[in-house]
């Protein structure tokens, strides 16, 4: 009886470890960039004019790097969440604007200045419709900034501690629960030290 | 009835011959088109012959089962052209590949380096194969016991001398 039992168990053993593979998500994949300090840039901002931003601005401050476009689907849906999330002011929230002219825009191939000037419209159009929960965004047009910050998917948020070092890395839309149960709880340690 | 099948089973091969082909089209276009993309820097065909050695050894992040060669992802070009300009800058097919993981992690080597993170992943089928031999070994020794001659008592000798000469 027992010696039935054994490939029994054995397929059981089997099922449990195919079914939690098949549970997780393939995308979640884990960022090398997490404990290293946040890559230097230099961006225009969302602003009119020549106001640039480089993350030394916030050193010494926690604080969060989310990365959007108005083409990107998801980002509508996370928006809202961020928004709310915002008007608490428990943390100063950068927008990275990741290649807001697309390759299939006839925009795409024209002079520099002419694609931040549409790319800013575009963005502050957008902002001023669905909410603005950033201090300030920035303008990654050919997503060379985006690279080194290993950007592989719109939306990505970055937790980014005094040091300039960054802490947590999320890809996809957060959510309420995700907010409250792993980035406040990160947010406050890190404002601690 | 027979003939029937043989029709059916006639059909179905040749629309498998067919969705080959078809799919070895799609694959050579893919590999045309790559090709055409780098006609403006073809005045250089040596850093695109590396581009394309060192970029089938990494994984497109966007399509996950393609490499960086291969994948039309806008990410996957805009890695290429970042490829191209590492190797314009003289940087070795290690370091580039040193840039890409310390960015996107070992994810993106289709090789993953030995250490012991990925122990498992390069020895762990060696070891499942051990294991069933070791266990092959053991299950064909049993049986071997199982199915042993039993000796034969003398008066079995006799009994069977005896049946022969009858």
């Known amino acids: 009886m027992k010696k039935v039992l054994i490939p029994l168990v054995l397929f059981m053993g089997l099922v449990v470890f195919l079914a939690v593979g098949l549970k997780r998500d393939p995308r979640e994949i884990p960022s090398p960039l997490?404990?290293?300090?946040?890559?230097?840039?230099?961006?225009?901002?969302?602003?009119?004019?020549?106001a640039k931003f480089s993350p030394v601005d916030m050193q010494g401050q926690v604080w969060m790097l989310n990365v959007w476009a108005t083409w990107?689907?998801?980002?509508?849906?996370?928006?809202?969440?961020?928004?709310?999330?915002?008007?608490?002011n428990q943390v100063p929230i950068v927008g990275f604007s990741y290649k807001e002219i697309q390759p299939q825009d006839p925009a795409y191939k024209s002079p520099f200045d002419d694609k931040l000037k549409l790319a800013r419209e575009r963005s502050q159009v957008w902002l001023k419709r669905h909410g603005n929960p950033y201090v300030t965004s920035v303008m990654d047009?050919?997503?060379?900034?985006?690279?080194?910050?290993?950007?592989?998917?719109?939306?990505?948020?970055?937790?980014?501690?005094?040091?300039?070092?960054?802490?947590?890395?999320?890809?996809?839309?957060?959510?309420?629960?995700?907010?409250?149960?792993?980035?406040?709880?990160?947010?406050?340690?890190?404002?601690?030290? | 009835?027979?003939?029937?099948?043989?029709?059916?089973?006639?059909?179905?091969?040749?629309?498998?011959?067919?969705?080959?082909?078809?799919?070895?089209?799609?694959?050579?276009?893919?590999?045309?088109?790559?090709?055409?993309?780098?006609?403006?820097?073809?005045?250089?065909?040596?850093?695109?012959?590396?581009?394309?050695?060192?970029?089938?050894?990494?994984?497109?992040?966007?399509?996950?089962?393609?490499?960086?060669?291969?994948?039309?992802a806008e990410l996957a070009d805009d890695l290429r052209q970042e490829v191209r300009e590492l190797i314009r800058s003289g940087k070795s097919d290690q370091e580039i590949k040193d840039f890409l993981v310390a960015r996107y992690g070992d994810f993106v080597l289709?090789?993953?380096?030995?250490?012991?993170?990925?122990?498992v992943l390069w020895f762990g089928p060696?070891?499942?194969l051990v294991m069933a031999a070791i266990f092959l070994g053991v299950y064909l020794r049993q049986r071997r016991a199982l199915a042993a001659p039993v000796p034969m008592s003398d008066e079995a000798r006799e009994r069977a001398k005896q049946l022969l000469k009858g």
Not at chain 1, 34 to 50: C, I, Q, W
Request: hydrophobic share 45%; glycine share 6%; net charge neutral.
């Open chain 1, 72 to 88: 990107c689907v998801a980002c509508r849906e996370e928006h809202p969440v961020l928004v709310a999330f915002s008007e608490k």
């Open chain 2, 110 to 119: 289709y090789r993953p380096e030995v250490k012991p993170l990925t122990w």
């Open chain 2, 126 to 128: 060696f070891l499942l």
């Open chain 1, 141 to 193: 047009l050919d997503g060379r900034v985006g690279i080194n910050y290993g950007v592989y998917g719109v939306p990505e948020t970055y937790v980014i501690d005094k040091a300039g070092v960054i802490r947590y890395k999320f890809v996809g839309a957060v959510t309420p629960a995700l907010l409250a149960e792993k980035v406040l709880p990160l947010i406050a340690e890190l404002n601690k030290s």
């Open chain 1, 34 to 50: 997490v404990g290293k300090p946040a890559p230097h840039f230099t961006l225009f901002t969302l602003e009119l004019g020549d």
């Open chain 2, 1 to 72: 009835m027979k003939r029937l099948i043989l029709n059916a089973a006639f059909a179905v091969g040749m629309s498998l011959a067919a969705w080959c082909v078809s799919h070895v089209a799609v694959a050579q276009t893919t590999d045309l088109r790559a090709g055409r993309e780098a006609v403006p820097m073809a005045d250089n065909p040596k850093l695109e012959a590396r581009l394309v050695d060192i970029s089938q050894e990494l994984r497109c992040l966007v399509c996950q089962n393609e490499s960086l060669a291969s994948s039309h």
